[in-house]
């Protein structure tokens, strides 16, 4: 038996939630399929036309990939609270806080840069031009991660309650609007050979202040909803 | 010494128990009685500091638990209601996990000999605990007690689901704790105690009835 | 040795810092302040309609179709001024565990949605004639928009939380995440409709009379007014309600049902 410090104890919580999202292979390539049939759903809808769809393609892979993490937020904190573990997380000598952040970026391993990796092909479908393609990708990269920050606060705040799946998203998008602009104004001004990086600043200034805030209001939710 | 200074606590609009002035000393043991919504749990969740009280403290080392959380954290292990086992994980990997979020680390060899002393061996132990019973899951959360190194143990019905093997291993561990100078603090619904531990208890008891 | 623990009430208030948190002496204050706010609210709500209908000047490019501004404006004005209070009145009952707090924050909820919708359907209304569009993604009123959906959230959470005290918490935390991601919110959707080029909808600054900004003036406190009494109403409801079990409460309950 021997010490541990917090930082191990933060990779443990880490490791955890990764090896159970592993486990459960269906909810994790579920967000992915899904995002991949949102994004097909709308050249369906609107039409092949390809100038038409060039030109809101990074709305909707935005947008659906915006649901699609959205759907993966309601067992984030759920099934910890169904164990009985989130009252040890909350005893723990680590501050709740910061195990917080473990699981939001497990969260974002998980379901974040998995769409991440699927979202080039997805953008080709829409004939996306070369540095479309690279800013989407940035401008996604760090969009979830801001996702999964805010949502787990949505998903702190609604522990325990049945379906909270669409109250989730009820509570947590209107907080993500401003990234979904950025992202996109970010790729269309890239499309248009014009300065995009002020966007991709202020979205990672946006995701410092979601790092540092999110996990404090997380730790907050969960405490209320252990009363 | 664990101590409450005029606790109270009110779940929806009914206040459920107040005033409560306890004082739990090393080697001592409170032991919770009560029919079942009477509040033992809430009083349980509150001296571990999972519920604030209505009004009230409760003291650690005459500091409020407030003041400075991660201290009493550290000498606290709390079992509750549910076995805190994750069902896709196994019975090792759970109370590694566990011991983890107490800073402590064990290797796998510490807590087979732990899980042994509980009847629990062999291929079981790498069972997830989805497949495990109740009675072999409380087993597994209960041999948290052995690793523990925590000078108060706070349990809500730590003898549900156990037979009379269980409970007799039980028994003894809780009284190891108490010679030790720990903390105990139990509740169980079974009227009278004695009856669900065999041997009693050889120790200084408070009784608190809610 | 066997310990007793005994039911008591709860201290009256002493660890209150306001005179008025005591549920009794609040609910009495406030049933005296209501009428008040009532007659204000319509003596002011209608100097501010003559003036703004009758008195105000024809704008020189909307003709008469913009006097629905004072409504819309003020109520957009409440919309927002509601719901930084909702978030307020949270962030005390937080603080202080007070419940008067947490009831007062429950209550302007749904005001503050209700002038949100107001503002949406005259921004609509002055759309129409002026643009010639029921909607128009205005920065403005996209961002009322988006506002409305906050008081959603609100309501949503708090109704979907069964326990009240729980309830309370879990929303004025929603509340206080609210109010400080408005200001993040309305700059991105302002640089969203400026660098989309979208519409604007405004009167023009050089007609802003003041015979015109007088009248929106004397709407808004009239909304104000009208906010403020409906709200008390809805906290002295709530209170009656929640207090039940103490004797004032009976006594005025019963005091209620011989006036019927």
Redesign the interface.
């Known amino acids: 038996m021997q010490k541990i410090s917090t930082l191990e104890i933060l990779l443990a919580v880490f490791k955890r939630d990764i090896s159970l999202a592993l486990r459960r292979q269906s909810d994790t390539l579920g967000a992915v399929f899904f995002f991949a049939l949102v994004v097909s759903l709308f050249p369906l809808a609107i039409g092949p036309e390809t100038k038409l769809l060039q030109q809101i393609a990074p709305g909707i892979i935005w947008v659906s990939a915006l649901l699609a993490v959205m759907l993966s937020l309601s067992r984030l904190f759920n099934d910890d609270y169904q164990d009985g573990v989130l009252e040890q997380l909350a005893l723990s000598i680590c501050p709740l806080a910061l195990i917080a952040v473990a699981k939001i970026l497990a969260h974002w391993t998980y379901t974040g840069l998995i769409l991440l990796c699927i979202s080039p092909v997805l953008a080709l479908q829409f004939n996306l031009s070369g540095i479309a393609i690279e800013v989407l990708l940035i401008t996604l990269f760090i969009g979830t991660l801001i996702l999964s920050f805010i949502g787990s606060i949505g998903a702190a705040l609604t522990v325990g309650l049945k379906s909270s799946g669409a109250l989730i998203s009820l509570l947590v998008l209107p907080l993500l609007i401003p990234v979904l602009i950025l992202g996109t104004l970010a790729v269309d001004a890239a499309t248009a050979n014009l300065p995009y990086s002020v966007y991709l600043y202020i979205l990672l200034a946006l995701a410092v202040l979601a790092s540092f805030f999110a996990p404090l209001a997380c730790a907050a939710a969960l405490r209320i909803a252990l009363d | 010494m664990l101590s409450t200074h005029e606790l109270?606590c009110?779940r929806?609009?009914q206040?459920l128990?107040?005033?409560?002035?306890?004082e739990v000393a090393p080697g001592e043991l409170l032991f919770v009685k009560g029919a079942n919504g009477n509040g033992k749990t809430s009083l349980l969740k509150i001296l571990?500091?999972?519920?604030?009280p209505?009004?009230g403290q409760v003291l650690w080392q005459q500091q409020a638990i407030t003041k400075d959380p991660?201290a009493y954290?550290?000498q606290?292990l709390?079992i509750?209601?549910?076995?805190?086992?994750?069902?896709?994980?196994n019975a090792i990997e759970n109370l590694i996990?566990?011991a983890?979020?107490?800073?402590?680390?064990?290797?796998e060899t510490?807590i087979t000999a732990a899980l042994k002393q509980w009847d629990l061996q062999g291929k079981t132990l790498y069972l997830a605990c989805r497949q495990l019973s109740q009675g072999q899951k409380q087993r597994v959360a209960l041999a948290q007690l052995n690793?523990s190194?925590q000078q108060v143990w706070i349990l809500d019905e730590p003898f549900n689901s156990l037979d009379a093997t269980g409970a007799s291993t039980l028994a003894q561990l809780l009284q190891k704790h108490l010679e030790a100078k720990g903390i105990l603090v139990l509740t169980s619904h079974l009227h009278e105690r004695g009856q669900d531990m065999t041997p009693p208890l050889d120790a200084v008891?408070?009784?608190?009835?809610? | 040795m066997d310990i007793k623990s005994t039911l008591s009430k709860p201290p009256s208030s002493s660890w209150n810092w306001f005179l008025f948190a005591a549920p009794s002496r609040f609910y009495f204050l406030a049933k005296k302040i209501i009428p008040l706010c009532w007659a204000l609210a319509f003596v002011l709500g209608a100097i501010g309609l003559i003036m703004g209908l009758l008195y105000a000047p024809t704008d020189a490019q909307q003709g008469d179709a913009y006097r629905i501004i004072f409504i819309h404006v003020p109520a957009a004005w409440m919309s927002m001024l509601l719901y930084v209070a909702m978030a307020f009145w949270g962030a005390m009952g937080l603080i202080f565990n007070a419940r008067l707090a947490y009831r007062l924050s429950n209550s302007i909820a749904i005001t503050g949605a209700l002038m949100t919708f107001i503002a949406l359907w005259t921004g609509a209304l002055w759309g129409k004639p002026t643009w010639g569009t029921w909607w128009v993604w205005d920065a403005r009123l996209t961002s009322e928009l988006i506002l409305l959906f906050l008081y959603i959230a609100y309501l949503s959470l708090y109704s979907a939380i069964e326990d009240q005290r729980k309830a309370s918490k879990a929303a004025s935390l929603l509340a206080i995440i609210g109010v400080v991601n408005v200001p993040i919110i309305y700059f991105s959707v302002k640089w969203w409709n400026t660098l989309h080029q979208g519409a604007s909808i405004t009167v023009t600054k050089t007609s802003m009379q003041s015979t015109m900004l007088m009248a929106m003036l004397i709407m808004t406190f009239a909304f104000w007014a009208y906010a403020f009494a409906v709200i008390l109403s809805r906290v002295n409801q709530k209170t009656l309600d929640e207090e039940s079990h103490t004797d004032w409460a009976l006594t005025e309950l019963k005091r209620l049902k011989a006036t019927i």
């Open positions: 109270s009110q929806g609009r206040q128990w107040g005033n409560l002035n306890l571990a500091g999972l519920l604030l209505d009004h991660y954290r550290d606290l709390y509750g209601h549910q076995t805190a086992l994750k069902p896709e994980m996990f566990l983890g979020l107490h800073g402590l680390r064990y290797s510490e690793l190194q008891e408070q009784l608190l009835q809610l």
